[in-house]
């Protein structure tokens, strides 16, 4: 019932820009800290950044200035918008639901897009 869709992925050269999104269903969305993942091949996977319903963001610090989350609580998804990519930016990236009142990491997933930065 609890659906998180992303789209948007792809190969782009080192220096370009993408546009991640995720449409969100079964889940009053507007209530969640929405998120994004993202896992390379061989590496942990690691929060790259999140938007709480009140706003609020928080970035890795090496997409700091390069990468921004929103959000549409009326269209009930997140975005992730990419500056200047770098190879090292490669990865699938996820999206998460996190529901602000309880713990244990996100509570929801999506399936995962890939991002491949090269030249």
């Known amino acids: 019932q609890v659906q998180l869709v992303e789209s948007g992925g792809g190969l782009v050269q080192p220096g370009g820009s993408l546009r991640l999104s995720c449409a969100a269903s079964g889940i009053i969305f507007r209530l969640y800290t929405m998120g994004w993942y993202r896992q390379a091949p061989g590496k942990q996977r690691e929060l790259v950044a999140e938007?709480?319903?009140?706003?609020?963001?928080n970035y890795l610090d090496s997409v700091k200035g390069r990468f921004t989350i929103s959000r549409d609580n009326a269209k009930n998804t997140v975005y992730l918008e990419m500056n200047i990519l770098k190879p090292e930016d490669t990865a699938v990236y996820y999206c998460t639901a996190d529901h602000p009142r309880l713990v244990g990491g996100p509570d929801y997933w999506g399936q995962g897009t890939q991002v491949t930065v090269s030249s």
């Open positions: 938007i709480t319903s009140g706003g609020s963001t």
